[in-house]
């Protein structure tokens, strides 16, 4: 135990074989005992947990999680007492900083930061909470609740400063759905909180939780139902930690039942509460959005970045009051079609995270578009390929393959020779870019059979030339578009189930490569594909009226558009297929008279496909 802390790392568990080796490789090292309640597990669990050490106590599950972890804190010998789960890992922090936390006379426990990973509107996101984890091993610090059980109250009890903040960071994967589905905490859950409020049916904490639990779902009806009387009620003239979360949560939630006027009326008076907490302003102007008042969510989101970074106080998005705002501020500006302001904003997020890709898309995407917007990522590739840093190259990559190496080669040519390896899939992945397939293929011959992606990209130029393989290999439709393979892509679509989702994930980038594909890809086909199962109506016929028109079928073009706009259901969607039907209409009467095209038409045009860009891939 040379070199360990005082501290007990205390755990329950149950089938954890697949997150508990990382999560006891990274704490291990700072704790020298180690105590896991295992709770029935039928994997290696408790195997693993032994195997780095660990004390193994087998307790019975009775739905009751501070039940279960006072159990474990009781068997705890050392000063400090340290609370994981097994998805949970805590991240490096020096000894020297673990020693001067630990030396704190008045101190009986520390907040650390909670970074969930969680699937967000634009990817996946991280939610920063603060909750108190790390604590004395004094009897009266115990958790309470049967379940989003806590130390805090506990330990602020001990003294006026016996509760601080601490620079310590815990990373949590078990809010991926997946993981959610897997292990039933929904139904788990549900039944632990409904046992709980049978008893303490006012109990706040307990009333929240079930909000918490219902938003979390989706089930907006019901997080409305639980969160609303809360912030109407006697919690509201209270400073509880959660409430500025039910405000946010409620606010979200109206919107998407589509009461906008509630909604904007709680974002308002929250934010008279919580003016500096930038995820309520982005909640608030994502309602004005949805009210079509575009300009005025711009102002709130200056306002949010004003803000700047949350307190530690609030549950809140990585990025909120930095690059995640200024990705909502440019979406605000594509929206009233100021596109300059939109790349500028987007430029900024950039700025603040280099590796933030829905920014990247946007950006890349503006100037995919119109070339007026395309100074923005040049330069930021530039800079990529000069400070040769090898993962920063290949990220760039990824984002120019979708959009088009063939665009820009020189720049792709150096992003390449800053690559540690794989020089030779990038390189053979723009020759079949620029329509040399026989070099493309030389290329990646030679790459090892293991190199991620060989098997895909050859059987795809395997397609190009007719050949199929069937099953198809996973990940060929992406291989496909990535070579600009339509005709045979187009073959692949319908392959997939029509319950199911586009068989491809149709990101800004590949739509703007299919706009600007030659010769044209058949239109209807290709809308269909992308959008039509995922997305019937609308979005759909906007699509296929874009292809249309990029194909110069004004007459296609012109019908889709109207059925577009016929079945708009928000305002946005409807200008912009009133725009496409505009454009074609005037195209096609230009055509009909002889009329000389004009640079005009042409400006017009690439105003066009901005605006119906925008409104397909919305945030």
Not at 221 to 226: G, I, L, P, Q
Request: charged share 20%.
């Amino acid at each position: 135990m040379e070199g360990k802390l005082p501290i007990s790392l205390c755990m329950i568990v149950r089938d954890e074989e697949l997150f508990l080796p990382d999560c006891l490789a990274a704490a291990a090292p700072y704790c020298s005992e180690i105590i896991v309640a295992d709770t029935g597990s039928t994997d290696r669990t408790a195997d693993i947990a032994e195997a780095y050490g660990a004390k193994v106590l087998r307790i019975a599950w009775q739905d009751d999680f501070a039940l279960a972890r006072n159990a474990v804190i009781e068997q705890a010998s050392r000063p400090w007492i340290l609370v994981l789960d097994a998805d949970e890992r805590l991240l490096p922090l020096p000894l020297e900083e673990w020693r001067r936390l630990l030396a704190a006379e008045q101190c009986y426990g520390y907040l650390i930061q909670m970074r969930s990973r969680v699937e967000g509107r634009s990817g996946e996101e991280e939610i920063s909470d603060a909750v108190c984890r790390l604590f004395r091993n004094d009897p009266r610090i115990r958790f309470s609740g049967a379940i989003h059980e806590e130390a805090a109250t506990a330990v602020s009890a001990c003294g006026e400063e016996a509760l601080r903040f601490a620079p310590v960071e815990v990373l949590h994967e078990g809010y991926r759905h997946a993981i959610m589905v897997r292990r039933g905490k929904k139904e788990r859950n549900k039944r632990i909180l409904l046992a709980a409020l049978s008893r303490e049916p006012e109990n706040p904490v307990l009333r929240y939780a079930m909000g918490t639990e219902y938003f979390t779902y989706g089930d907006w009806e019901r997080a409305a139902e639980w969160l609303e009387p809360m912030v109407n009620g006697e919690e509201a003239g209270e400073d509880a930690g959660y409430l500025s979360d039910i405000w946010l949560k409620l606010v979200h939630a109206l919107r998407a039942l589509g009461r906008l006027e509630e909604a904007e009326g709680y974002a308002r008076s929250g934010l008279t509460r919580y003016g500096d907490f930038p995820d309520l302003h982005e909640a608030y102007a994502a309602v004005l959005m949805e009210m079509d008042r575009s300009g005025e969510a711009g102002l709130v989101l200056e306002r949010a970045g004003l803000a700047g970074n949350p307190s530690a106080h609030y549950s809140s998005a990585a990025g909120s009051g930095s690059y995640r705002t200024l990705l909502a501020a440019g979406y605000a500006a594509e929206r009233s079609y100021n596109w300059n302001r939109a790349a500028e904003a987007y430029a900024a997020a950039l700025e603040a995270n280099p590796v933030y890709r829905p920014a990247w898309e946007r950006l890349v995407m503006l100037g995919m578009l119109d070339a007026d917007h395309r100074t923005h990522w040049l330069a930021a590739a530039n800079r990529a390929a000069a400070t040769g840093d090898h993962r920063l190259c290949r990220f760039m990559l990824e984002l120019l393959a979708d959009a088009g190496l063939q665009l820009e080669p020189e720049v792709s040519s150096r992003l390449m020779a800053g690559l540690a390896v794989g020089e030779a899939f990038w390189s053979g992945l723009l020759a079949a870019q620029q329509g040399d397939p026989a070099a493309a293929r030389q290329r990646w011959a030679q790459l090892p059979d293991a190199y991620p992606g060989k098997g895909e990209y050859l059987a795809a130029l395997a397609w190009v030339d007719g050949g199929r393989a069937e099953p198809p290999p996973a990940g060929l439709a992406h291989a496909l578009l990535r070579v600009r393979a339509w005709p045979p892509w187009l073959r692949l679509c319908p392959a997939a189930p029509a319950s199911a989702a586009a068989p491809v994930h149709a990101a800004p980038l590949q739509w703007c490569a299919l706009l600007g594909a030659a010769p044209p890809v058949p239109a209807l086909a290709a809308a269909q594909g992308l959008r039509a199962a995922a997305q019937p109506g609308a979005p759909a016929r906007l699509a296929a009226g874009a292809l249309h028109f990029a194909a110069g079928d004004m007459p296609a073009a012109a019908e889709q558009f109207a059925a577009a706009r016929e079945a708009a259901a928000q305002p946005w969607v409807s200008r912009a297929a009133a725009a496409g039907l505009a454009a074609a209409l005037a195209a096609r009467a230009r055509s009909g008279a002889q009329v000389p095209a004009l640079a005009a038409p042409l400006l017009c045009e690439r105003e066009l496909m901005l605006r119906i860009t925008s409104v397909l891939y919305s945030l």
